[in-house]
């Protein structure tokens, strides 16, 4: 069985970029959840997706935007990157919005 | 009212002592409280998790404590091990809100050998 996988691993952009993370769930998942974790916090709810569409969504701008693919993997886009984006994004996924298991994250840097 | 409240904020305890970590809520549409092990560079592990239903759960040396009434839970954890120094996080899931896990701030533990 395979576990949820994050890529990439690292990231350096400028503020005003934008940016894609991308996530695999676990075989077998169907529902993916993106978290921020600002360092030293815990982590918060970006949004959710189940069987492809928006399930749930955090406090976030509409400059976070996500989607699901077909085979449950997903992206994350980050549009007009501000220094405050910097963190770590974490993908969590789970079957039928039950248990959430984590990927590893990308460490986003915003300079 | 989607505040979940953790404490202490860091913890030391010798081997082979109990580690306890506390952690609050207000929001009565949690439905579901799990607690994650974190370690530096790495993604949250989910450790074990309770239901309001139950007032304690144990796997292994991990033990939840539940308290409905007084909106409380903790974690315990027995016969504290060098490896099990990490940061853990407590959450709570409301169904009602797209599954979203809100967490607490976080608890850095350190056992000394």
């Known amino acids: 069985e395979t576990g949820v996988t994050q890529s990439p691993t690292h990231l350096i952009k400028t503020r005003g970029q934008q940016v894609t993370l991308r996530c695999s769930s676990q075989s077998g998942h169907n529902t993916v959840s993106w978290y921020q974790q600002a360092l030293g916090q815990g982590p918060q709810f970006i949004f959710q997706y189940y069987r492809e569409e928006e399930n749930g969504r955090g406090n976030f701008p509409p400059r976070f935007s996500g989607l699901q693919f077909p085979n449950y993997s997903s992206e994350l886009n980050v549009n007009a990157l501000e220094l405050d984006d910097s963190a770590l994004y974490l993908c969590?996924?789970?079957?039928?919005?039950?248990?959430?298991?984590f990927g590893p994250g990308t460490r986003l840097t915003v300079t | 009212q989607q505040q979940v409240k953790q404490s202490p904020q860091s913890l030391i305890v010798q081997k082979g002592g109990i580690s306890i970590i506390n952690c609050a809520y207000e929001?009565?549409?949690?439905?579901?409280f799990p607690w994650y092990q974190q370690f530096p560079g790495k993604g949250p592990a989910l450790l074990i998790a309770i239901r309001p239903d139950v007032s304690e759960k144990k796997e292994g040396r991990f033990t939840i404590s539940f308290n409905k009434s007084a909106k409380q839970f903790s974690l315990h954890i027995m016969d504290s091990q060098p490896g099990d120094s990490a940061t853990y996080f407590c959450?709570?899931?409301?169904?009602?809100?797209?599954?979203?896990?809100?967490f607490g701030g976080g608890t850095r533990l350190m056992v000394k050998p």
């Open positions: 959450a709570a899931r409301n169904n009602n809100a797209g599954n979203m896990l809100t």
């Open positions: 969590a996924s789970s079957l039928d919005r039950t248990e959430q298991y």
């Open positions: 929001n009565t549409a949690f439905d579901y």
